[in-house]
RNA sequence: GUGCUCGUAGCUUAAUUGGUUAAAGCGCCAGGCUGUGGCCCUGGAGAGUACGGGUUCAAGCCCCGUCGAGCACCCCA
C-alpha cells in the first residue's frame, strides 16, 4: 500500500528548479543596484517577539489583527513569522545602536516572509520580499530616491507599463485633525456605509476611501483629502517629493486616497503597479513609505525614515507572463561519455581537473551505454562531447565529438584541457 | 474568515454523461549492432481518478466532509 500523499499547506510553494532563475535574476539586480547606491545587506530573523509587529505595524491593522503566524514557545514567548521587513530592521537598527553610525543608515534584505491570507494569484502565505531602507533622514529626496531604485529595478527587470502611485498621509501634527475631519464627515453619513465601513469607521476611518462598493466611493469622493489638510511641514515635504520624482519624469499619478495598510507610515507612502490585466490582478508589484515615527515606537530616539519593499513572486509572475527572458543562461558546452570501466575510474579524475579549470563538464557516470549517453549529451545541447572508451583509456586518448557537425578527433588525454580551453574561448 | 468555480499518470488532456481490468500525446526508462546523439520503430514503468465517507447492482462522473488551487470580498508584496 502507497502512503497517503501529504500536500503541502495552504499559500505555501515550492520555489522549483525551473523557477530559480527568476528569483536569482531579481535577486541579482537587487543586489547590483543595492550595492550602486551603497545599501549594506542585513538578515533578521524570521520569527520575532510578537509585540514588534502589534507595536510597530499597529495593533486594528488587519495583519495584525488576521494575518499573522503566532505561537507560543514552550518558554512562553510570543512569536511570530516576520509578516513585513520594516519593523524588524527597525528593530535592528535599534538594538544595535546604528543611530551612532554616520546617518543616513541604508540597509536592503531579501527573504521570505509569512501572512496568514486567503491564498490568490500572486498571494501567497509565505512570499518573498526584498526591502530597502533608509534610516536617519528626513530630506524628501530620499522619499525619491527610495522610489527611483524600486522603480529602476522592475526597469532593470525589463517590465514595462509601470505606474507609480503617490501620496502623503500627513503626520502626527496633522493627521489626527484630518482624521477628525475625515469621521465627522463620515458619522453623519454612517448609515448609508456599506457594514465593512461601518466597522473602518471604528477601527481604521482612512480605510473607507478605497472602499469599492459603489454607495461607500461615492461618498469617499466628495470626502475631505489629507493633501488638502497636511501641515505646512508636510506639506512642504510632499511637495519636494513630486518635484523630484517630476525630476526624474517618472509615470506617478497622484492618489489622494491612497493610504496603506500599516500605522507605522507617515507622510510620503507609494504602491508600484504594473499597467496589464495580469499586472492588475496582482496588485502592488512594490509598496512602501515614510515612517518617522517607527524608531519612536520602537522603544528608539526619534529618527526619521523611508523604505519599501516589493514582492518577488509576483514580479516573477509578470516575467513569465510577458515572457522576459534573460540572455547568458549557462550553456552546457562540454559532455564527458565514458564506456568500461576503467574510463569510467579515469572519468572520475578527468572531472576533476576540469573543476580545476573551472570548465562546467556534465556526465552520466551511472549509464553504461555509450548510446544514452550521446542523447544525454545531445539533449543537454552540449557542443561537444568527450568520449572515453575501453581503447582510449588504455592508450591515454580521448575522443573529442563536435556535435554539430559529428566530427570526431583523437587527442592525448593529457592535451584534452588545453584543447577544449582554445575550443570554448573561440565560438 | 465568507461566497463561487475547479482537482484524472511528472505535464497537457480523454473517458459515449452512472456501465467491462481509466485512454492518449509529451516527458521518463530500455531495446532496435556487445562503442556513437538528433528522425523513426518497438516495448516498459507510471494514475485507480486530491483525500475520507455515502447513495447505487455499478461512481472519475451523483451527495456530504476535509485538503489544495483559482476567482470575488477583505487586504496587500
Not at 546617518?103 to 526591502?131: D, H, I, N, S, T
Amino acid at each position: 500500500m502507497t502512503q497517503a500523499k501529504i500536500q503541502r499547506p495552504s499559500g505555501m510553494h515550492d520555489v522549483l528548479p525551473e523557477d530559480q532563475k527568476y528569483f536569482q535574476k531579481i535577486f541579482d539586480v537587487v543586489k547590483e543596484i543595492a550595492d550602486f547606491y551603497n545599501f549594506q545587506k542585513i538578515d533578521t530573523p524570521i520569527l520575532e517577539k510578537t509585540e514588534l509587529f502589534s507595536r510597530g505595524i499597529g495593533l486594528a491593522t488587519d495583519i495584525v489583527q488576521k494575518e499573522m503566524f503566532s505561537f507560543k514557545t514552550k518558554g512562553g514567548d510570543y512569536l511570530t513569522l516576520r509578516p513585513e521587513g520594516t519593523a524588524p530592521v527597525a528593530r535592528a537598527y535599534i538594538e544595535h545602536g546604528m543611530q551612532n553610525l554616520p546617518q543616513p543608515v541604508k540597509l536592503w534584505y531579501f527573504g521570505p516572509f509569512f501572512r496568514y491570507e486567503k491564498p490568490q494569484a500572486g498571494r501567497y502565505r509565505q512570499f518573498w520580499q526584498f526591502g530597502f531602507e533608509v534610516l536617519g533622514e528626513e530630506n524628501p529626496v530620499i522619499d525619491a530616491q527610495i522610489i527611483q531604485i524600486f522603480f529602476n529595478i522592475l526597469k532593470e527587470l525589463k517590465l514595462e507599463n509601470l505606474v507609480i502611485k503617490v501620496n502623503s498621509i500627513g503626520d502626527r501634527a496633522c493627521r489626527p485633525y484630518y482624521k477628525k475631519l475625515l469621521n465627522s464627515y463620515f458619522k453623519s453619513r454612517l448609515e448609508s456605509l456599506c457594514r465593512d465601513c461601518r466597522r473602518r469607521f471604528k477601527e481604521n476611518p482612512f480605510r473607507i476611501l478605497d472602499c469599492k462598493v459603489e454607495k461607500c466611493q461615492t461618498i469617499a469622493s466628495q470626502a475631505p483629502l489629507i493633501i488638502d489638510h497636511l501641515c505646512q511641514a508636510c506639506h512642504e515635504h510632499f511637495k519636494e517629493v513630486l518635484e523630484f520624482l517630476d525630476e526624474l519624469s517618472f509615470p506617478y499619478h497622484l492618489e489622494p486616497h491612497l493610504v496603506r495598510g500599516l500605522d507605522y507610515y507617515t507622510r510620503t507612502v507609494f504602491e508600484i503597479f504594473e499597467d496589464s490585466e495580469e499586472g492588475k490582478k496582482l496588485g502592488a508589484l512594490v509598496g512602501g513609505g515614510r515612517y518617522d515615527g517607527l524608531i519612536k515606537i520602537l522603544g528608539g530616539k526619534e529618527t526619521p525614515a523611508v523604505g519599501g519593499a516589493g514582492g518577488v513572486e509576483r514580479i516573477v509572475s509578470l516575467m513569465k507572463e510577458k515572457a522576459i527572458r534573460f540572455p547568458r543562461e549557462k550553456k552546457t558546452e562540454i559532455f564527458l561519455a565514458q564506456l568500461g570501466f576503467l574510463a569510467k575510474r579515469k572519468s572520475l579524475k578527468l572531472i576533476e581537473e576540469f573543476r580545476k579549470e573551472g570548465i562546467n563538464i556534465f556526465e552520466s557516470l551511472g549509464r553504461d551505454s555509450l548510446k544514452a549517453q550521446l542523447k544525454l549529451a545531445d539533449k543537454l545541447g552540449a557542443k561537444y562531447t568527450l568520449i572515453l572508451g575501453q581503447k582510449e583509456a588504455l592508450d591515454n586518448e580521448i575522443i573529442l565529438r563536435d556535435m554539430a557537425s559529428g566530427r570526431q578527433e583523437k587527442i592525448k588525454i593529457d592535451k584534452i584541457i588545453e584543447t577544449i580551453k582554445k575550443k570554448i574561448k573561440k565560438p
